[in-house]
């Protein structure tokens, strides 16, 4: 198997750092340069048409270009360190925690840093920096509903560490480049929870 991944990059930490949780170290690690535009290649086209990472390419040769379809497939191959929920009631309330990060977190700093930052401008033509300033604040206030949320409850999913605390972390480390933090914010439950996170052996995977 390999994993087509890109560092720094939101989306391919977060399969890392799923990764990285469950100790999965048999899966082979392939850097696609996307600031080079490495993943516009015919080759990785070929792999990918839709011309993104993270890739799990299995052995049989079927590939999977989702980080969330990723997780759910390495959670069946390794389901120990459950991160998706033990059985249907548990894994929807996970998803929906996690979509939610994904949603509500994930794509509005994407938005943000791939229309303002001078960085992004390979991979996002044309920006459109009044867009990306005018979802930070959007940004902010979805900020401050999960700060809420985590006044109430230690982890996004409730009362353990999940794939939506992966996708949440990963979204705010994301979210350095356009210079957010929970702790400047007053989010001080949401900073928290982030340096819980931190503190995770998986949250140095990149
Ligand atoms: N929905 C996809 C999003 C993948 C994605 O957008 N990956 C980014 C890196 S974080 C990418 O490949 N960007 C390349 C580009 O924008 O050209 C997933 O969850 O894997």
Known sequence: MKLYTS???????????????????????????????????????????LTTVPVLELNDGRVLSESRAICTWLEGQFPDVNLMGVDANERAFIEMADRRAEWYLLVPIAQVIRHTHPGLAPLEQPQFPDYGHAQTVKVRDYAERFDSLLQRQTWMAGDRFTIADITAFCALEFARLMKFSPKAEGFDALQAWRDRVAARPSAVAI
Do not use: C, G
């Open 7 to 49: 560092p720094r990059a939101p989306n391919p930490r977060r399969v890392m750092m799923f990764m990285a949780e469950k100790v999965i170290t048999d899966i082979a690690l392939v850097t696609v340069d996307i600031n080079a535009q490495a993943h516009k290649a015919d080759a990785f086209r070929a792999i990918n048409p």
